[in-house]
């Protein structure tokens, strides 16, 4: 079976059994704690959030989905009596932006990248909470009981206003999407703009920090390394130049997919199903020049 498809059948049955033992446990076993008041939070739906408790209030960052949020609001109660006081978005999408409302009526300020928020704005959902507060350019801070966040904004990558969080007291970082430890790129690689993505790499990788939530992980842990960070750019420039090396052998283009193999990443989740969709999509890349683009 599909090593992602299995740990999502095998979620549903730990959810089950958590179900079973009271919601306390399913709360416990989702939290995991990264640094000093720092959690990840994976409860087995194959999207991770991270929440940061200080004595001033709690910081949470990934809604996802009401469901998601509900257990999040209650893993963040198992570990801390603190008010919420902010819900930060990652960026727009709706299948990570999803589930505000949980944190509104929990008394939380919701905040994206004007980017972000525009997107969200534009494109309704029943369950997307249009955040109350937006924030321009490449960095901004929040300050809450002696902790800093910090906010950065790599311009296009993947979405809108992708915003990537770092805590650079305790060295830990939230990546959502442009990484994903263990697993080759998602599916059809839909809304990255590649080029743009190696350059994002490379500026996170300059970014100081020895851990990081990952928003989707294949490694077994919703946490990491900066090595992720690198070894994501590693595949995507392998996986170019065997694409490049099948143009020059005259490959047909239709066969090109099919063709590339990269034994390196043999290991990894998805390689089987998603290599040819990656190759076609960043094949198309190479041969029409990057896209989605515009001008900033
Ligand atoms: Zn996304």
Do not use: C
């Amino acid at each position: 079976m599909f090593a992602i498809f299995q740990k999502s059948y095998l979620a549903i049955l730990a959810g089950v059994t958590a179900l079973a033992l009271g919601t306390a446990a399913l709360a416990q076993d989702s939290v995991i704690q990264v640094a000093d008041g720092v959690y990840a939070f994976d409860p087995g739906d194959e999207y991770n959030s991270m929440f940061i408790v200080t004595d001033e209030g709690v910081i949470a960052i990934e809604p996802v989905n009401s469901q998601h949020a509900a257990g999040m609001l209650e893993a963040i109660r198992s570990v801390t009596d603190q008010p919420v006081k902010y819900l930060l978005h990652s960026h727009n999408h709706w299948d990570h932006s999803n589930g505000g409302n949980v944190f509104r009526e929990a008394g939380a300020t919701i905040i994206a990248h004007e980017e972000a928020f525009a997107w969200m704005k534009g494109n309704p959902h029943p369950d997307l909470a249009l955040p109350d507060e937006s924030w321009s350019g490449d960095k901004t801070e929040i300050t809450l009981g002696g902790t800093t966040l910090e906010l950065h904004y790599f311009g296009m990558n993947h979405g809108l206003g992708m915003t990537v969080f770092l805590l650079p007291e305790e060295k830990v970082a939230y990546i959502a999407d442009i990484v994903t430890p263990n697993r080759v790129l998602f599916a059809i690689v839909p809304d990255f703009n590649i080029k743009e993505w190696l350059r994002t790499l490379d500026e996170v990788a300059q970014l100081d920090f020895e851990q990081a939530v990952y928003s989707h992980s294949a490694s077994g842990s919703p946490i990491g390394t900066k090595e992720d960070v690198t070894l994501t750019a590693a595949f995507i420039t392998d996986m170019q130049a065997a694409i490049g090396a099948e143009f020059q052998k005259g490959t047909g283009f239709t066969d090109i997919p099919g063709a590339v193999k990269l034994p390196k990443y043999e290991h990894w989740a998805g390689y089987d199903m998603w290599l040819p969709l990656n190759v076609y999509r960043v094949m198309l890349d190479m041969w029409m020049g990057p896209f989605p683009w515009r001008a900033d």
